[in-house]
């Protein structure tokens, strides 16, 4: 989030939020992420990467990936989000 925050210092990105997944329901995280609201915002930052300068992106990441809470479920969630959403450079 730092990453989007020193490129668009400008931006709303407090108002910035993420599309779950259509499988989000079936993930033993959801309910973590619905009663966690420190767990929410950081799942919530994922999307954010879709602004930051291609290069940034996997620094970007990995920032985002030290930063997430340890819960159970948070390394599914994080592998699924990298896997899915890989850059194809």
Partial sequence: MNAFRVTY??????TI??????????WPIR???DANYEVRGMIRCLPSLAHVHVEDVLDAFEELTTAMPQHQGIDELLTYFEH???PTW
Avoid: A, I, V
């Fill in 84 to 86: 899915t959403h890989r």
């Fill in 31 to 33: 309910t973590l992420y």
């Fill in 17 to 26: 939020t993420g599309c779950s997944s259509e499988n989000s329901g079936t």
């Fill in 9 to 14: 210092p400008n931006s709303l990105s407090s």
